[in-house]
């Protein structure tokens, strides 16, 4: 039995580590050529180790728009978004959980439906409101408003609110708190680790938005970091080398969020599949 | 997350409003951001706006979509994609969550960075990195594959290479994102049923497709679900990577809509392209209810 286990880890073993290797390789592939000058990159044989190139390459990225200032659009968008957006979910998770009211079922229902609803049927009319109506296009808002109602969020936050014991709330109130109070006070400081999974969502989601920035961004100095990327890898005058490094930027302070926070990520990716 | 009951609501006044101001800034914005662009998309499908003032005429995009030959290139191109490509990747990801269920397995920590760290790579990064990797002449891929003694692939240069390109770069991606789902179901089985099963001397394998495998068919059907709608919006990708060629070869439902939307700026018949998105995202949500059971999906 014990001899048969083993047999079995090493099996198991000799099958995950070469794949994992292979899961690994874009992304070591990734870091190090962004070391690298173009014709290390693209040469037979590459060269595998990290090389002195960087500070070129960097250089290289910034030649055809500011990179900086992507990183600095990018950043001050996500963590804008992400904390209003945070409250917007929680608010409501709250008063779908905690509150009985008319409407309940069917607003909850609406928010349901819309989780499986593509963005593409919103993005011209959209595009038209933000652009033409709101003249908002190439403005940090024109990407931060319309994610604010993010409906996975807000069943993500329903679903952790239901544990919020009533009593607590019932003897707030009998105290004479205010319900603004009450939230802001009681609910979410029990919510912290939830409003911790949602915010890391929504801020990966905003971070890595492609499709509606790409629409309404035209001016370079309004791109963000992944449209700044995806319009250099359409060009041929920047290398390789450079966009490496773009990338790099893009990812690697998630890479190492991820092995810290690891938990909160996983709550989160798994917000919609858990049902109680 | 929660395990908790749906909550024991106060009784509370018959006027009291205090949800409804909760539930505003929500509602608000859905209503802008929502409510508004979907039925204005609707409208804009039925709208000539070719012509000016945009005029409407019934049939103008709807009978051209069934004429366009982009058009159905373009889906031919996503559902193979969905097709082949979903089925493998859940199929991996299945067994990707049962290796991380298993107590035989070591150095857990290494092996989730490897599998779940793609996850955080946003699509337009890891297209990069996968158009650098997949460089026909002097693409790392190529160079492993020749050194190896294989031939070298044109993989961005010939048809069926380049929706293998795209295919494998989706599988990298997305992969890890179903296994985390997956392995969540996998952990609310109860244990007691593999004990007892063992006890009737079933091995490994007939435990797989006797316990395992039923009883995870929901959270398998989420992730079918999801993947599905994921790959009916495939842009960033053919995008990127592909540049939807060679040709139209890699063409997608909304990188076409993108070429008519933004590109030549019509609206309508672009709202016709996204409202059929949407009409087979929903075909195959309906489908999971069906076979679910909506309650699992509301509660």
Known sequence: ?276 | MSQARPARPARRRRTDLTPYWFLLPFFAFFAIFWIYPIAYSFVLSFLNTRSRPWTLEWGFNWGRLVRDEFFWNALGNTMTILVVQVPIMLAFATLLAVAFGSDLLRFKGFFRFAFFAPLVLGAVPYSAVFRLIFNDQFGILNYALTSIGLPSVPWLFENVPAMVTIMIAMTWRWTGYNAVILLSGLQSIPLTLYEAAKIDGAGPLQQFFGITLPLLRPVLLFCFVLSTIGTLQLFTEPWLITTTGPGNATETLVTYLYKTGFRSFNFGYASAIAYTVAIIAAAFSLIQIRLVGGREVQR
Do not use: C
């Not at chain 1, 936050?157 to 802001?184: C, H, K, W, Y």
């Open chain 1, 1 to 276: 039995m014990r001899r048969d286990r083993l047999v079995r880890s090493v099996l198991l073993h000799a099958l995950m580590v070469p794949l994992a290797i292979l899961f690994l390789l874009p992304i070591a592939w990734m870091l190090i050529s962004a070391t690298l000058p173009n014709n290390e990159i693209l040469a037979a044989p590459p060269t595998l180790l990290p090389g002195m190139h960087l500070a070129e390459n960097w250089r290289d990225l910034n030649s055809d728009l500011n990179f900086l200032r992507a990183v600095a659009n990018s950043v001050g968008i996500s963590v804008i978004f992400t904390t209003f957006a945070t409250l917007v979910a929680a608010m409501s998770g709250y008063a779908f959980a905690k509150f009985r009211f008319a409407g309940r079922g069917v607003l909850f229902t609406v928010v349901i439906a819309a989780l499986t609803i593509p963005f593409e049927v919103r993005a011209i009319p959209q595009y038209l409101l933000v652009a033409r109506e709101l003249s908002l296009a190439n403005t940090w808002w024109a990407i931060i408003l319309p994610w604010l109602a993010y409906p996975l969020g807000v069943f993500f936050m329903r679903q952790n609110m239901l544990s919020v014991p009533t009593d607590l709330l019932e003897a707030a109130r009998i105290d004479g708190a205010g319900e603004a109070r009450i939230f802001f006070r009681i609910v979410l400081p029990i919510m912290r680790p939830a409003l911790a999974a949602v915010a890391i969502v929504l801020f990966l989601f905003q971070w890595n938005d492609y499709f509606w920035p790409l629409l309404i961004l035209s001016q370079k100095d309004a791109y963000t970091i992944p449209v700044a990327l995806g319009t250099l890898v359409g060009l041929t005058r920047v290398s390789w080398g450079g966009i490496m490094v773009g990338t790099a930027i893009a990812t690697l302070p998630f890479l190492i969020l991820f092995l810290w926070l690891q938990r909160y990520f996983i709550a989160g990716i798994t917000a919609g599949a858990v049902k109680d």
